[in-house]
């Protein structure tokens, strides 16, 4: 009954590779996000969804892109990894409440490791 | 943009005893949330308590309850009856009530609670 999903949970790959992280959350949301956490425990925003649409991009290289295939989940795909992008990726999902969105529920992180 | 700031990068406290987390925020919207988030060792992201600005009445959850001073911009976060399992990272977070409104984070407190 896990409520914000994410796979995998811990994913080492090289420099180079592409790689996605999945996620799922079956609150019946309608808003999803990308957070990354770095080294230092701060967390920014990257992207947000609102019923399968883009509402929120904020400064991220083009190599990483995020899906809604439905309004449950966000994937984020991650092209030509480089070292910097060693991280915490958390996903997230809030209620849509008269126009905006509340508090957010967080998954349980994915750790990025790039070699 | 509004910026969220907490002054104090690490706390202690002993088991059973009380501690107060500051936080203050910068913003020209009238209408906000504010949370606390806990991130213990586990890196997951709890949402421990939400205050609505235009709810004069501080909020409350068990032990967990905050001090809002509006027109200061101070929403500090107490903690009574510390145990043990309240050991984790506390990230202030502001939304504004806006469409494509992103939750800003502080830098976060580290709690150590002592035996």
């Known amino acids: 009954d896990t409520a914000v999903s994410q796979t995998p949970k811990y994913l080492v790959t090289q420099m180079g590779n592409d790689k996605s992280i999945k996620c799922e959350q079956n609150?019946?949301?309608?808003?999803m996000y990308w957070y990354k956490q770095d080294s230092k425990k701060f967390l920014k925003i990257m992207f947000s969804?609102?019923?399968?649409?883009?509402?929120i991009n904020e400064t991220v290289p083009n190599r990483f892109s995020p899906k809604s295939p439905d309004k449950a989940h966000l994937n984020l795909h991650i092209n030509s990894l480089e070292l910097g992008d060693s991280a915490v990726y958390f996903c997230?999902?809030?209620?849509?409440?008269?126009?905006?969105?509340?508090?957010?529920?967080f998954g349980p992180g994915t750790r990025l490791t790039v070699t | 943009a509004q910026t969220v700031t907490q002054s104090q990068p690490e706390m202690s406290v002993q088991e059973a005893e009380t501690v107060t987390l500051s936080c203050t925020y910068d913003t020209s919207e009238s209408n906000y949330y504010l949370f606390w988030y806990k991130q213990p060792p586990s890196r997951q992201m709890i949402l421990v308590i939400r205050q609505e600005a235009y709810k004069q009445q501080n909020a409350t959850e068990n032990r967990f309850s905050v001090n809002f001073q509006k027109a200061a911009k101070s929403f500090s976060l107490k903690i009574s009856d510390s145990q043990l399992g309240d050991t984790a990272m506390y990230f202030c977070a502001f939304i504004y009530t806006g469409t494509a409104s992103k939750l800003t984070f502080g830098t976060g407190t580290r709690l150590q609670v002592t035996l």
């Open positions: 997230a999902s809030s209620p849509w409440d008269r126009g905006f969105a509340r508090e957010q529920y």
């Open positions: 969804y609102n019923n399968k649409e883009l509402i």
């Open positions: 609150l019946g949301h309608d808003t």
